[in-house]
């Protein structure tokens, strides 16, 4: 084996069409395609170094992560093992310039960080999309921080198929999300459970079969650099999967007083002429999408809204890269 380690950095990204619910839980095969775009600025960071230790270690911010979360990146590292036919432990230390488990995809980039490190320090030089394939294995949005800029996670016919791809760089579009901060504390559902309940609300299988007319009009409004029919649809679309997540059994509110009160205004201030959207990840946090060249006015409004505590400004972000490898 020529390599031992590698780091990777990835960014979180927005989804504009959601995933929510899986027609495969074990292969994170999505019940719906999505759209999203890759935030720049915030990042995950990931070095993985493959050793003759006895057990996959851990470390997030510099703090050793047991349970469940070691779990979920053994099982990627067990992936990549396999792939590269070699049976060292690994140690992976990670950590993210902006606040875990509060709506803003902290899974997304870390499993994209994670599969980018793991699968180079193993000596493997995967495809996109082999390593879309891979990262979505440990979280279905990650896929979509493999490529750059905006980018659709197509739902494939199985495995092999079932990857992201980019529609538009990031120079395409200066969209700039500004995520306003109502909660930085951690979600206390997580989006993996969250999916496995997906079904059992009544509106699913509506919000499923509308999906691919939700996905042209995100795309062509991309595309086409439409903003009124890309606020109108990302609004839309976010309001359906929170729908679906409010009457699945048992219900699941991810919403404060403060986000619902930060609709109102986005969309206030929409009529009267900024150009703003909003879209809510699962979490309470407000994304909300504006063209870049008004987006210090959005930052200013959003935090003089009160429940707004902290707003973080991010443009369109590019691709998953390794930064190192050794
Ligand atoms: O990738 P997961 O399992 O964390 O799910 C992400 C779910 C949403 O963020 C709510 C929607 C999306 O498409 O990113």
Sequence with gaps: MKTLSATALAHPNIAFIKYWGNRDNALRLPSNGSISMNLDGLF??????????????????????????????????????????????????????FPAGAGIASSAAAFAALALASSRAADLTLSEGQLSRLARRG????????????VEWKMGAGDDDCVAVSIAPPEHWALTDCVAIVNASHKKTGSTEGHALAWTSPLQSARVADASRRLDICRNAILHKDFEAFANIIEHDSDMMHAVMMTSNPPLMYWQAATVGIFHEVR???????PVGYTVDAGANVHVICLADHAKEVEKRLRDLSGVNDVLVAGVGGAARVIESA
């Design 268 to 274: 206030a201030w929409r009529a009267s002429g900024l």
């Design 139 to 150: 979280s279905g949005s990650a896929s979509r921080s493999i490529p750059g800029g905006f």
């Design 44 to 97: 995950t960071r990931t070095t993985v170094t493959f050793n003759s230790s006895q057990r996959d270690l851990l470390l997030i911010n510099n703090h050793a992560v047991m349970g469940k979360g070691l779990d979920r990146v053994s099982y990627i590292l067990d992936l990549v093992r396999e792939m590269a036919n070699i049976n060292e432990r690994a140690e992976v230390s990670s950590s993210n310039n």
